[in-house]
């Protein structure tokens, strides 16, 4: 049964999939590479990050080449991203919900809970966590943090998150996930996974 829900932000919650490609086309821009579509973006997304990048350079990155980028990125998405909105049935999805829940997210803390709070959701979280240190790495351990941070069984947790990442830190910890595909990923890469997959949050907490 479950008691509470561990909500993924970026291409979950926060439907910033313009900002990421948006992003991703300008730090390239430099590289010679033709401009990514939203469907490209996801062939190749994948975390780490770097390995995501090295897809789209076809090569491995340079010593320090992964710093420069993802500063660069960045700079980027934060210029972007103001143009951005929830995804169309987030609020509703985090109002019928009546269990508790919280938010996970690989966004940088500092950067993650002013975007929270600027549409009126932090109330519905009994914690936000964000990154407080690299950006750009994998999501099990700091989704394990976060559980131990709540104090919560695993087993009565359901993570709503838009990657393979977050599939694979749900069972890192012990916990069940459903993956929705209006984020960063692609349908075939999440339906790989063998978890289930879903079009909207609503039909994401039909699983709970």
């Known amino acids: 049964m479950t008691k509470h829900i ?4 970026n291409g979950t919650l926060f439907h910033d999939i313009d900002a ?5 086309n300008e730090l390239f821009s430099g ?3 033709p401009p990514l579509t939203a469907d490209g973006f996801r062939a190749v997304y994948t975390r780490p ?3 995501a990048y090295e897809r789209l350079l076809g ?5 320090g080449e992964w710093e420069l980028l993802d500063t660069g990125f960045h700079d980027h998405y934060f210029r972007l991203v ?15 919900w009546t269990g508790s829940q919280s938010l996970c997210s690989m966004a940088p803390h500092s950067h993650l809970v002013p975007i929270v709070e600027s549409f009126g959701i932090t109330g519905h ?3 936000i966590d964000g990154l407080l240190g690299v950006t750009g790495g994998e999501k099990a351990e700091h989704m394990a943090e976060h559980i131990e941070r709540l104090g919560v069984e695993p087993r009565e947790v359901l993570v709503i998150g ?10 890192h910890v012990g916990a069940r996930a459903v993956l929705y595909t209006g984020g960063m990923t692609s349908r075939a890469d999440l339906q790989a996974t063998g978890l289930p997959v879903v079009d909207t949050l609503a039909d994401a907490l039909g699983h709970a």
């Open 125 to 127: 979280f009994t914690r």
């Open 31 to 33: 590289y010679e590479l």
């Open 6 to 9: 561990i909500w993924d932000w």
């Open 59 to 63: 090569r491995p990155l340079a010593e």
């Open 82 to 96: 103001a143009a951005c909105r929830l995804a169309a049935d987030a609020e509703h999805a985090l109002t019928s």
């Open 162 to 171: 838009d990657s393979v990442d977050d599939g694979l830190a749900a069972r």
């Open 20 to 24: 990421v490609v948006g992003a991703t």
């Open 49 to 51: 990050i770097w390995l």
